[in-house]
Structure formats: C-alpha cells, structure tokens
C-alpha cells in the first residue's frame, strides 16, 4: 500500500534525524569527556546501548526462540557477542579517542564520509551495486570533504 510506503519512509527520516541528534550529543560528550579514557568511555557506551536495546529486543527474541530454537544457538549467541562486544568495542575506542583529540569541525566533515564508505563497503564486500542517485551522493559527499579541505587550507594561507 502507498500510504504504508510513505509513512514508513517519514519514519525513517525521523529515526535518521534522532540518530543524528544523539550522535551529535555523544560526540559533544566525548569531547568533555578529554580526561577519560577512550575505552571506558566506549565501555560506558555499549552497557547503556546493550541495556536499552535488550529491552526492545527481548519479546523478539522470545518470539524467535520458541519459533525456532535453531537460531539462538550458542554458536550464533558467541559471534553476536564476539562482533559486539570485540568488533564494537574496538571501533568505538578508536572513535573516541580521535573525537577527544580532533577539532569539532573535522569531525564534522569526516561523518560526512561514514555513509560513502557504507555503500563502498556494500559495494565491494556484498557486491550490492549502488543506484545512481547512491554514486551520485558519494560524488556530492566527496565534492564537500575536497571543497571543506580547500577552505581550511586557504584560511591558514
């Protein structure tokens, strides 16, 4: 149905800006946050994101689980743990060790690159060929990293 559709594509922009605004908030956090160290800030982080996603995901996973065991094996329990607690950790460490030392204009400008590398990573790991408008985005997100490099560097001249 149409009007599902469009709903559905508002609520995505809503939830895109919400997670805008609270990355903004982690960020300028971090930043205040320049005594403590990187990894228990990330620790910190992933407790809160796991205690808040838990309770959204446990009637899923209990659903899940009396549908089909099968898929809450141990295995597939210890790779969810090993890419989250690991994998997660890791990139959110060095995130916010670069946050505390990086001016807030370039982490500004270096979010911008996140959603280019998402469709090359789509691109060359998965093999999802991205769509025109896709390419078209990155050009546009490339054009405005090189354009804001440029500004900074005739500023200082």
Same mark, same amino acid.
């Given at each position: 149905d149409a009007s599902h559709a469009g709903t559905g594509a508002w609520i995505g922009v809503a939830l895109a800006l919400l997670a805008a605004a609270l990355y903004?908030?982690?960020?300028?956090?971090?930043?205040?946050?320049?005594?403590?160290?990187s990894a228990q800030i990330a620790m910190l982080q992933m407790l809160a994101g796991g205690l808040? =996603?838990? =309770?959204?995901?446990l009637p899923l996973l209990t659903h899940?689980?009396?549908?089909?065991p099968q898929l809450l094996s141990a295995r597939a329990a210890s790779m969810v743990l090993t890419l989250g607690l690991v994998h997660t950790a890791f990139m959110y460490t060095v995130m916010y060790a670069a946050f505390q030392r990086l001016p807030a204009p370039a982490i500004a400008a270096l979010s911008f690159v996140y959603p280019a590398m998402a469709?090359?990573?789509d691109l060359v790991w998965f093999?999802?060929?991205?769509?025109?408008?896709?390419?078209?985005g990155m050009g546009f997100i490339l054009v405005a990293?090189?354009?804001?490099?440029a500004g900074i560097a005739l500023r200082r001249h």
């Open positions: 903004a908030g982690t960020t300028v956090a971090t930043r205040r946050l320049g005594h403590m160290p808040v =996603l838990s =309770l959204w995901a899940i689980a009396a549908a089909s469709l090359l990573v093999g999802a060929v991205p769509s025109a408008a896709q390419w078209a990293v090189v354009g804001h490099r």
